[in-house]
């Protein structure tokens, strides 16, 4: 089905599950859902003051039942997996209200749960009446379409490099939408009551999308899935059945500048890079047979065979079986343990096979 222009940026004014039932199947490389908490209030929540908690008390967030709920995540739920392409995946946020039906709802359906994430507050609001621990914590499902999807997006370098070299954990510290960042309505007071921060989508976005993806959320709100998505040069479709919502997302999004396209680059995963034998760097004649490489201190030295092994006296193998063997260690990298002489001293092979990974990469190879 061909693409639609509008869908760069489209708001839908209308029911999720009914508008999700008109787009294409597998048409869509992310799916974002903030859905109803369900939060089962009784009553208003006052502060000790006496005044009272902006609580989630809206028409949209109240049901029946349980079961009444269960029926409206599992009808959302199959059409996402249904518009979500075959190597997409889903994010769902959730309380501790409903975060657990969605999560037997969704693996019900077939999606297989790649992470859970605890989206701790950094200044969450108090438990006013004492009676339990301050909800300061919400929770994140990351998902593939199914089981056996191993497609999916995770730039798992950039969330590295982002986190000042150290792996991303599942654990994210972040502040409330506060200030500047939350809509307001025509009162001056916030327009949506549960509005994400747009830090939290960044790293969402950031981590499990490319530039240029289609990002559906089913429950748009105020719009900020596709304020990030814009400025992050993703496409989305945002479905919101509140008229007032709406017009405050479109003029939100409207204010957004988009990063420019070379900035938004991220850092790339050697995982993703071509796979390259050692033979082919003999073969390329970077090396040839009865070259020497060298362990990094310069005191152990292996030869160079015409089929990309090495030899050490009488004793043969991979490049990293011999570095294996040399350190007398279970494994070796041997990319980066054996090392070939230049004029400028020892350098790891490793140089060698980023040289012939370029190549291979250029537009005349």
Not at 24 to 29: E, I, K, M
Not at 91 to 97: A, F, L, P, Q
Not at 249 to 274: F, M, N, Q, W
Not at 279 to 304: F, H, M, N, S
């Amino acid at each position: 089905m061909a693409r639609r222009k509008d869908e760069l940026g489209r708001i839908i004014l209308g029911d999720c599950v009914a508008e999700m039932a008109r787009l294409p199947d597998r048409s869509v490389d992310l799916v974002f859902a903030d859905p109803p908490y369900n939060l089962q209030l009784g009553g208003e929540l006052l502060r000790p003051d006496n005044s009272k908690v902006d609580a989630v008390d809206d028409e949209w967030d109240r049901f029946a039942s349980f079961e009444a709920y269960d029926r409206f995540t599992r009808a959302w739920l199959a059409e996402a997996r249904r518009v979500l392409k075959d190597e997409g995946a889903l994010w769902v946020i959730g309380s501790y209200h409903n975060i657990f039906r969605v999560g037997t709802a969704l693996q019900d359906l077939g999606f297989w749960i790649l992470n859970d994430v605890v989206w701790r507050k950094s200044n969450p609001m108090p438990n006013f009446k004492g009676t339990r621990f301050a909800n300061a914590h919400e929770t994140l499902i990351w998902a593939a379409k199914s089981r056996g999807a191993r497609r999916y997006t995770f730039n798992y370098d950039a969330m590295k490099l982002a986190n000042d070299e150290l792996q991303m954990r599942s654990d994210w510290t972040l502040p409330l939408a506060t200030g500047e960042e939350r809509v307001k309505d025509a009162a001056g007071g916030k327009a949506h009551p549960t509005q994400k921060p747009e830090a939290l989508l960044h790293r969402v976005i950031l981590a499990t999308t490319r530039p240029g993806d289609l990002i559906l959320d089913p429950f748009f709100g105020v719009g900020t899935t596709g304020s990030v998505a814009k400025r992050l040069g993703r496409r989305f479709v945002g479905i919101e059945q509140n008229p007032g919502y709406v017009s405050l997302a479109r003029a939100r999004i409207e204010k957004v500048v988009p990063a420019a396209p070379d900035d938004l680059a991220v850092t790339g995963s050697k995982k993703d890079e071509p796979r390259v034998p050692f033979g082919q760097i003999v073969e390329a004649g970077l090396l040839r047979p009865g070259d020497e490489v060298w362990c990094p201190k310069g005191l152990t030295r292996a030869k160079v065979r015409a089929d990309g092994s090495l030899a050490i006296g009488d004793l043969t193998g991979s490049i990293h079986k011999m570095g294996a063997m040399v350190q007398a260690a279970p494994a070796c990298n041997g990319w980066t343990y054996w090392h070939f002489r230049t004029d400028a001293g020892l350098a790891p092979i490793d140089v060698l096979r980023a040289k012939v990974r370029a190549e291979m990469g250029s537009p005349s190879a």
